[in-house]
């Protein structure tokens, strides 16, 4: 008897869960509630690591900074993309937002997610979330987030969007200190990897 096809696997794994996060969207809109759900659907692949090797998603060399951005699906008018992000310890973001709802689950790694609110002209930490295996965040499209990846352990994570990172084109970075906005590149959130084998 053959082994199960790991990529056949992953393919019908994502498959069913994008179409269960469809039918929350569709059922419940975009609210923090709907994606507490969606978040659950993420988790619970992200749980799955057999489907994710990281031989298949590495991250960057060894001391590389930056993030290799794996595209798993998109449906053709851009909605509900979700990739595989893998990423060394030590790499970090500018606080941004995104414009469209997206969640994060973990496959393996840290990750620590600061949410900011406005205050006083610029931007304070409210609150921040490690997501690690078995614990995700959900972003409404307006809210503000950096990423620190902590510990020893490469990240490889499952990113959500409502809408595909590559065609949102006004996504914002903010100075926390003046509030100040400016524009956060779109080509830079390509996808810029696709799986080994």
Known sequence: MHAPDPKAARAVAIAATIERVRAIEAAQGVNRTALQ???????????????????????PPAGEKGAKRYLLQADADHRFALYINALNPGNET?????????VVAAVEGQELNKVYRRSGGGLVVEHAVM????????????DIHSIHTAGSTPTRHLHMYGLALEVLDNRMAYDPATGEAMPYNRNFMAPSAAPVG
Do not use: K, Y
């Open 94 to 102: 500018r606080p941004h937002d995104h414009t469209t709802w997206a």
């Open 131 to 142: 997501v690690e295996p078995g614990r995700g965040i959900a972003l409404m499209p307006e």
């Open 37 to 59: 759900a969606i978040m659950a659907e993420l988790l619970a692949l992200a749980g799955q690591e057999a489907l994710f090797p990281s031989a298949e998603f590495p991250p």
